[in-house]
C-alpha cells in the first residue's frame, strides 16, 4: 500500500490534535459606571481582591455617606534593605500633618515590629524593632472638610478602587489597653472592617511596643500592648 493510501486509511494517526481546561462561567452582577447593573463571567477577567466598586458616595448594599466629608489620602510601598529606620517622602503634600499607618506585607511575612518615629505633611520617618529586609505599605490620610467617613481611591496595590474610610489617633500614656472605634464606619457599612493600627512614638522610645487584639469588631476593637506603651495608636478602618 504506497504512503498516501496509508495516510488515507487512517487520518487519526496523521492529525495533530490538542488539549483543552475550560472553567465554567461565573456569572456575577455588578454596577457599572454608567449607574446601570450588567452581568459579567469573573473567570475571564484577571483581579487579585474581590473589588467590584464604581465611583460615588454609595456603594451597592451600603447607605449613603450622608456628611459628605472629604480627605486627601496617600499609599505606597517602602523598601527596606537591611534597614532599622527608613525617611520616605509622600506622593502628595497634605495640606496638614495626616494620620499614617504601617503594616508588613505581604501579612504575617515577617516577624518585625514597623512604627513611626516622626511625620510631617510630605514625609515620614518610619523604624522597625530590628534591622529588616523586606516591603511594607503605609496609608495615610488627612480629613480636609466634613466628618469621617469619606470616600477615597485606594492608588498602590488596588490602583482605581474606591472604597470608604475612617481613622484616628488615640494619645496613650503607659497604658496596656485602649478601645479603638469607629462607628461612623459601622453606621454606612455592612461586616467587618480592614483595621491597620500602628503606633507613633512621642519621644518615649516604646513605639516598638507589640500589637494584639482578639478580634476585629463591627464598630470597635479592644486593643492588647505587649507593654506599657505611651504615644500615639493611629488607626485606618476601611470597608473590606
Not at 34 to 62: H, M, S, W
Request: aromatic share 10%; net charge negative.
Amino acid at each position: 500500500m504506497s504512503t498516501q493510501n496509508k495516510i488515507r486509511a487512517n487520518r487519526s494517526r496523521y492529525t495533530i490534535t490538542y488539549g483543552y481546561v475550560r472553567t465554567p462561567p461565573d456569572y456575577r452582577t455588578i454596577a457599572g459606571l454608567d449607574g446601570q447593573e450588567k452581568t459579567i463571567d469573573v473567570n475571564r477577567f484577571v483581579y487579585n481582591r474581590d473589588y467590584y466598586l464604581v465611583p460615588g458616595t454609595t456603594i451597592p448594599g451600603d447607605s449613603a455617606i450622608a456628611n459628605n466629608g472629604t480627605a486627601e489620602y496617600d499609599e505606597a510601598l517602602i523598601t527596606l534593605n537591611y534597614e532599622d529606620t527608613k525617611t520616605i517622602n509622600f506622593n502628595i503634600t497634605f495640606s496638614s500633618t495626616p494620620i499614617a499607618t504601617l503594616e508588613i506585607y505581604p501579612a504575617n511575612s515577617d516577624n518585625y515590629i514597623p512604627y513611626i518615629l516622626s511625620i510631617t505633611t510630605s514625609s515620614m520617618t518610619i523604624g522597625v524593632s530590628a534591622p529588616t529586609s523586606g516591603t511594607l505599605i503605609y496609608k495615610a490620610i488627612n480629613l480636609t472638610s466634613g466628618m469621617f467617613p469619606v470616600l477615597i481611591t485606594r492608588n498602590t496595590l488596588f490602583p482605581s478602587i474606591q472604597t470608604i474610610a475612617t481613622a484616628g489617633r488615640i494619645s496613650m500614656n503607659n497604658q496596656i489597653q485602649t478601645d479603638v472605634a469607629y462607628s461612623e464606619l459601622a453606621a454606612v457599612m455592612s461586616g467587618i472592617p480592614e483595621l491597620i493600627i500602628t503606633t507613633q512614638d512621642n519621644g518615649s522610645l516604646t513605639a516598638d511596643t507589640g500589637i494584639s487584639y482578639d478580634e476585629i469588631g463591627v464598630a470597635d476593637t479592644i486593643i492588647n500592648m505587649s507593654s506599657e506603651f505611651s504615644g500615639s495608636l493611629n488607626y485606618i478602618a476601611l470597608r473590606p
